[in-house]
């Protein structure tokens, strides 16, 4: 069933477990994720970004996505990630997605708070939810060039200021996380997390959860992270599974169609277990 992050988030945050969403940028990833999802009673977020456009134009992945998660039998969120622009936004809820995330974190407090509101305005009226980003989740390439990084994490005191000026449904946080493969082992700062949480009282996000251990997880989802977004993770493991296939002497690209399939749907499938999702399905 088609629904919006805010049904399944608020859920989340109420009883304490954690959501995945996934990037799908082909209908395998789709597929892998969805029926991973109803095979596990869980709800599931899934979607794309504007950064992977490129790999699959928004209508396209609109096309596949609408109706899957129409026809599933847990909800299904359909989520536009890391909106950049506000054209973009606009075109994904025309298309049917169910909820935007306007990144403007790059832009001043001020700033980001006028053109984040104005998109919970219009998001709102047609039912569409809203996640914002404060502090700045940068991209692991960069971290190393940063001469501070925690100067652009996520301030607890100006997030309760920004959740009540914006109205945003969700807040994506910077705490020691970032986009791709860690190159070190990340550190997250879990009671700046906890006390984010505190003074904005909404679900918050995790960015650039692939690659972070077990317990980090566990710890950041206890301390109040709702939604946790994996795609380098099941990138990969797509590619495993295709080269699996290739090894096993698959000679068609329908014939590596399962192999692709089996290997992303094991990783959702770990990821679900661990952010406690499980049987969480209305």
């Known amino acids: 069933m088609l629904v919006s992050m805010k049904e399944i988030l608020s859920l989340a945050k109420e009883n304490g477990y954690g959501?995945?969403?996934?990037?799908?940028?082909?209908?395998?990833?789709?597929?892998?994720?969805?029926?991973?999802?109803?095979?596990?009673?869980?709800?599931?977020?899934?979607?794309?970004?504007?950064?992977?456009?490129?790999?699959?134009?928004?209508?396209?992945v609109a096309d596949y996505l609408i109706p899957l998660a129409k026809e599933a039998s847990v909800p299904v969120c359909v989520h536009y990630d890391h909106g950049l622009t506000f054209d973009r936004c606009m075109e994904a809820i025309k298309l049917g997605f169910t909820s935007i995330m306007y990144d403007c974190s790059t832009l001043s407090f001020e700033d980001n708070v006028e053109k984040v509101a104005e998109m919970v305005r219009i998001c709102h009226s047609v039912g569409v939810t809203v996640e914002g980003e404060l502090g700045h989740v940068g991209d692991n390439d960069g971290?190393?060039?940063?001469?501070?990084?925690?100067?652009?994490?996520?301030?607890?005191?100006v997030a309760g200021e920004y959740a009540e000026h914006t109205g945003v449904d969700a807040l994506a946080v910077a705490v020691g996380n970032a986009h791709g493969d860690y190159k070190f082992p990340p550190k997250l700062d879990f009671e700046r997390i906890e006390q984010i949480a505190h003074m904005t009282n909404l679900p918050l996000v995790l960015h650039g959860g692939s690659g972070l251990s077990d317990s980090d997880f566990q710890t950041a989802v206890a301390k109040g992270i709702c939604k946790v977004n994996i795609f380098t993770d099941i990138d990969k493991a797509g590619k495993a599974g295709i080269e699996a296939g290739l090894a096993a002497g698959a000679?068609?690209?329908?014939?590596?169609?399962?192999?692709?399939?089996?290997?992303?749907?094991?990783?959702?499938?770990?990821?679900?277990?661990?952010f406690g999702s499980v049987n969480r399905a209305n």
Do not use: C, W
């Open 19 to 60: 959501v995945g969403f996934f990037n799908a940028v082909n209908v395998e990833m789709a597929r892998a994720v969805i029926e991973t999802a109803q095979e596990l009673h869980s709800p599931v977020i899934v979607g794309t970004a504007e950064v992977l456009l490129p790999a699959m134009d928004l209508k396209r």
């Open 143 to 157: 971290v190393g060039k940063l001469e501070n990084p925690s100067d652009y994490y996520t301030d607890p005191e």
């Open 251 to 274: 000679k068609t690209m329908m014939g590596l169609i399962p192999y692709e399939i089996n290997a992303m749907k094991a990783v959702v499938a770990e990821k679900i277990k661990l």
